[in-house]
């Protein structure tokens, strides 16, 4: 892959996360109210000197464009501003939750992939078959469920009838201090519902999608050449037809990630799951605007980089644009 | 029936895809559940006097237990049907304006990248895919808390995050249709490019245009209940999204007070959705001689 590529794409992105700092920083001005006030919170009843001081960091009795120009130099250096609720830096509160999020999206995603694929290729290989209709009807279920209820929902099976698994947080208190063993299985046990509950929206949707694609592919010539030369048909199915297949499904992932997000600020919320969509919802309630724009700000980035990813991936797997840039 | 009969019987395309569309069974099923809802809230909204907010009953109450309250009361002992009743409307108006603004934001700024090409559709892509980097409901979330939670504000602030799909769509459906010869003839006959984005193709990106209309109304209902979820919605305003998030402290004592609203919320959602596959079906040539 040439690198000119990767470092257009870097770029890319980079000009993409400046377009969001500017964006937050208007959206502060244009909050109804004195922008000082706006970022110290208005449930924090905050005093003259900290107001004083707060326009004093943030420049803002220098006119706008130095405004900006204060802001983003300061989003450059790392600094997202203080928490007046939290009492720390942004910047901090954020890299505190932004690895239970990552692990929850991140497993919640490659869950549906592989369900929903799996759930797509047997489907595709009946076509009106009762596992293609099956397919058919749970992703439009899928895609009608709020994923907050399905959460509620999970909570009420699990958490009294088969208390199999945890229903809050992410840690058991009693195996805080013990190995990274033990831990990391405490964790796994935990991730089983939210990653889950997210999961089973986009599942449905991948189901569905590689159920079309594999299907289109099906019909292809190549695919009769296997048959003929007698490949079985798990290796029709799996090798020929899937990897072609796999193309508009990894566009899709890439594109998934913005609303794996969104959803995962639901999930997080109704598992308290110790994230970043938690910490949004904490600060929106309490109208800690430089830790919503952190979060806003970080998640971007999260969009931003798995879209790199995807695109570079894409890349790889498809061997006709190898080479291009 | 023989082709001449096929012929003369030809209707106007959209004549033609309703006929489609009635035969098509769940997309009926879903359009009579749709109706019953739509009908079930207006009833809620305009007819019914009841308050969702006013205290009747013992807290917790089991559905089918008490004949005045068959589905039961909340914690604080409010009837659940009322809540059911009144908590449609702002859903259902949310939803449908949200996905109108989207249509409106995203069929106009992609009929310009499309039609115009160049650096118009640099630039207008670029807007695009700077709005998919934001999560969305992230992002309706703050403005939602930046500006006031009214109703108006949560339609556009559902609007502004969901537009960039339609954008691309539409963008799409122009770079296809322009290159066709009627666009070539409306234009050698002297027709402006406003009259030939707007009166020419519009109307042939229809089909896939309405489709996506009705998934958006579906999503811009589920962003609606998640926002009132959350506590973002218009607080004066009885939703079912806040009739769950309400009730979310209490599922370990009461499941019902949570269920029925999210059977609402799906059943709206599904039954949208139902609709669209159906017109997605409906308006597909391929799929017309069956």
């Known amino acids: 892959m040439p690198i000119n590529y990767i470092l257009k794409r870097l770029g890319y992105g980079l000009l993409l996360m400046l377009g969001v700092v500017v964006l937050n920083f208007f959206l502060i001005r244009l909050a109804p109210g004195d922008p000082a006030v706006v970022i110290a919170g208005e449930m924090g009843g905050a005093t003259e000197e900290m107001l004083e001081s707060i326009r004093e960091e943030y420049g803002l009795n220098k006119p706008l464009l130095t405004q900006l120009w204060i802001y983003v130099s300061s989003v450059a250096q790392g600094d997202l501003g203080e928490s007046f609720f939290f009492n720390q830096p942004v910047s901090k509160l954020i890299a505190l939750r932004i690895g239970p999020t990552i692990l929850l999206v991140i497993v919640a995603q490659i869950l549906s992939i592989v369900i929903g694929v799996f759930l797509g290729v047997l489907a595709a290989r009946k076509p009106n078959g009762i596992m293609s209709a099956f397919v058919s009807v749970f992703a439009t279920i899928g895609y009608a469920v709020p994923v907050f209820w399905t959460g509620i929902m999970l909570i009420i099976l699990f958490a009294s009838t088969f208390p199999i698994f945890p229903v809050e947080g992410m840690q058991s208190v009693k195996l805080r201090d013990a190995n990274i063993f033990i831990r990391s299985l405490d964790i796994t046990h935990h991730l089983v519902l939210p990653a889950f509950t997210l999961a089973i929206i986009y599942l449905a949707q991948y189901a569905r999608l590689s159920r079309a694609s594999m299907l289109e592919v099906l019909g292809a010539d190549y695919i009769r050449t296997a048959r003929a030369k007698g490949a079985s048909e798990r290796s029709v199915l799996f090798k020929h037809a899937l990897r072609n297949a796999a193309l508009p499904i990894l566009t899709i992932a890439g594109l998934q990630f913005g609303n794996l997000i969104s959803g995962a600020l639901l999930v997080e919320t109704v598992y308290n799951w110790p994230g970043m969509g938690r910490l949004a919802f904490d600060s929106i309630l309490r109208r800690d605007y430089p830790t919503i724009m952190g979060v806003l700000f970080f998640a971007s980035a999260m969009v931003v980089i798995a879209n790199l990813i995807t695109d570079l991936s894409y890349r790889l797997a498809d061997p006709r644009l190898r080479g291009k840039s | ?290």
């Open chain 2, 1 to 290: 029936m023989s082709d001449l009969e096929k012929t003369l019987r030809a209707q106007s395309p959209m004549a033609e895809a309703w006929r489609m569309f009635r035969r098509n069974i769940p997309a009926m099923f879903g359009l009579i559940i749709l109706i019953m809802i739509i009908l079930t809230t207006l009833y809620g909204a305009f007819v019914f006097t009841g308050d969702p907010y006013e205290i009747v009953w013992a807290p917790h109450e089991p559905p089918l237990l008490t004949p005045e309250f068959p589905l039961g009361t909340d914690y604080l002992g409010r009837d659940i049907i009322a809540g059911l009743l009144t908590g449609g409307a702002p859903t259902l108006a949310v939803g449908a304006s949200a996905a109108i603004i989207t249509m409106v934001i995203g069929i106009t700024l992609g009929a310009f990248a499309g039609y115009y090409g160049g650096w118009v559709d640099t630039l207008l892509m670029r807007i695009t895919e700077f709005f998919q980097v934001l999560p969305a409901l992230l992002f309706a979330m703050v403005l939602v808390t930046l500006f006031s939670p009214s109703l108006i504000t949560i339609a556009i602030a559902i609007g502004v995050v969901s537009w960039p799909q339609t954008a691309r769509l539409t963008r799409a459906e122009f770079l296809r249709i322009k290159e066709l010869e009627y666009v070539t003839a409306a234009r050698a006959i002297g027709a402006q490019n406003g009259l030939i984005m707007w009166r020419v193709i519009i109307p042939n990106a229809a089909p896939p245009l309405i489709v996506s209309a009705t998934l958006t109304v579906g999503v811009a209902i589920l962003f609606e209940a998640g926002l009132s979820f959350l506590g973002l919605g218009d607080p004066n305003k009885m939703s079912w999204g806040l009739m769950i998030g309400m009730n979310r402290e209490y599922i370990l004592d009461a499941w019902w007070p949570v269920t029925f609203p999210g059977l609402a919320i799906f059943l709206t959602v599904f039954s949208v959705s139902l609709v669209g596959d159906g017109l997605n079906d409906a308006f597909n040539p391929k799929l017309r001689e069956r």
